[in-house]
């Protein structure tokens, strides 16, 4: 593979505001219910009583943080693997891509895909899923939910650079364990952030994503 583009992730300054939602959503203009970009808010904690006074309840381990997330275009897709109709491809720039005339509608890579990326279009018959923009990186331009962050929490590149900048953390809850695809991502965890796999949180926020 010549290269791999990747998305970086910064965790400690993104603020869940869902720009980056929003300008994925208005430049592919995605149907209700297709959210090839979410965020997803985690957490987790309680409320223990005071040492001091039991009839008073006091936070314990209280924690939250946003994490954006879309298709990782990984450097061992899955869904690439599992598609009978081989019509999910994974060029030399790394962007994994779905043929929609190509594709059958069987809905194996939503299935198979770690990260719920592939998105089933009831009207169209087919799966869709983040392209990485890969019209606007053609010509050199970022991918629109990277411009959009107003926090600057997302950035975009070939993945070594990205690791150079970012350092080598591909994975924090709430995703998956990174060994699973390999995923192109580079993230920076927000202070309360846990490893993947060892969360005592939760997503707070699912019936919006």
Aim: charged letters at 20%.
């Amino acid at each position: 593979m010549a290269k791999q583009y990747a998305f970086h992730f910064d965790a400690s300054v993104c603020n869940g505001c869902k720009a980056c939602t929003i300008a994925c959503k208005s430049k592919n203009a995605l149907p209700v219910g297709i959210n090839w970009r979410r965020v997803y808010e985690y957490g987790g904690g309680g409320w223990i009583q005071d040492a001091n006074d039991p009839s008073i309840m006091v936070p314990s381990n209280i924690h939250a943080y946003a994490m954006s997330v879309s298709c990782m275009h990984c450097e061992n897709p899955l869904c690439v693997d599992v598609c009978p109709a081989a019509a999910i491809t994974k060029g030399d720039d790394g962007i994994v891509l779905i043929n929609a005339d190509q594709c059958i509608g069987c809905r194996y890579c939503e299935w198979a895909c770690p990260y719920g990326a592939p998105q089933f279009d009831e009207d169209a018959g087919a799966m869709t899923k983040c392209n990485m923009c890969v019209d606007l990186v053609a010509k050199g331009q970022n991918p629109e939910c990277v411009n959009a962050c107003v926090m600057r929490a997302l950035d975009f590149g070939e993945l070594e650079e990205m690791r150079e900048k970012y350092g080598t953390v591909d994975a924090i809850e709430p995703l998956p364990k990174s060994d699973i695809t390999n995923p192109a991502l580079v993230v920076t965890p927000h202070r309360h952030s846990q490893p993947s796999g060892q969360g005592s949180g939760r997503i707070l926020d699912m019936e919006e994503v």
